[in-house]
């Protein structure tokens, strides 16, 4: 009975470990997501944010990006997303769990500010 116990114990201290640490981690990515801005360079990215957990090549209309998604808090719904302009190298819509998201007609606002600047 004391064996078992101790196996149980041990097991829950290592999860509750394991929680800790990957809610820090998390919540880090959280933090730091809410400094990156539409038009930020990638490697401002890279910088702030880390290795990311995984990324990807998408398409939306015409744009060509690179997908890159980041951990968020447990219990959050969604997650951390970056997408970045191949050919500019910008950030060029970002989905981050607590906060809204640019549309892609957004972006297309935001674009032609620019250019006229």
Do not use: C
Not at 90 to 99: A, Q
Request: aromatic residues 12%; proline residues 3%; without cysteine.
């Amino acid at each position: 009975m004391k064996k078992n116990l101790s196996i149980i114990s041990v097991f829950i201290i290592l999860t509750l470990t394991y929680f800790f640490v990957s809610y820090s981690e998390t919540s880090e990515n959280a933090k730091n997501a809410k400094k990156i801005k539409i038009g930020d360079k990638s490697t401002q990215v890279f910088q702030i944010m880390g290795k990311p957990k995984w990324e990807g090549i998408e398409k939306f209309d015409t744009v060509v990006s690179k997908h890159i998604f980041y951990e968020p808090p447990f219990g959050s719904s969604s997650g951390i997303d970056f997408y970045i302009d191949v050919k500019g190298d910008t950030v060029i819509k970002i989905i981050n769990f607590d906060s809204d998201t640019l549309s892609i007609e957004d972006m297309k606002v935001i674009r032609s500010d620019k250019s006229k600047n």
